[in-house]
Nanobody, 122 residues
Framework: QVQVVESGGGLVQPGGSLRLSCAAS????????MNWYRQAPGSQRELVAGINSVDSTNYADSVKGRFTISRDNAKNTVYLQMNSLKPEDTAVYLC????????????????WGQGTQVTVSE
């Protein structure tokens, strides 16, 4: 199947920056969607940013102009550059990958990573 691992979270002051990475591995044939979600305590999971196979991107209104999503197809990796961070950006950030993979033929599905904590605080 497909394994997904995020990295890059941490503690940062308001106004600071972080870069998250998400690497997909396994018997991947092609990746058609790469998305970042976040979930704060007591809140629903929300879509932060997404990028598809033709590099079309979309962003939540709350992060437009501050966050940038990009992908490295050779590495099956998606990045989320987060600038001008605010305390309300504090959450667990989760990567979701849509991929075709080889297992007794060609299959497809969406897979989640375990998440990485981002905390924005003085």
């Amino acid at each position: 199947q497909v394994q997904v691992v995020e990295s890059g979270g941490g503690l940062v002051q308001p106004g600071g920056s972080l870069r998250l990475s998400c690497a997909a591995s396994g018997s991947i044939s092609a990746i058609y969607a790469m998305n970042w979600y976040r979930q704060a305590p007591g809140s629903q999971r929300e879509l932060v940013a997404g990028i598809n196979s033709v590099d079309s991107t979309n962003y939540a209104d709350s992060v437009k102009g501050r966050f940038t999503i990009s992908r490295d197809n050779a590495k099956n990796t998606v990045y989320l550059q987060m600038n001008s961070l605010k305390p309300e950006d504090t959450a667990v950030y989760l990567c979701n990958i849509g991929a075709f993979y080889r297992q007794s033929g060609l299959r497809s599905g969406y897979y989640w990573g375990q998440g990485t904590q981002v905390t924005v605080s003085e």
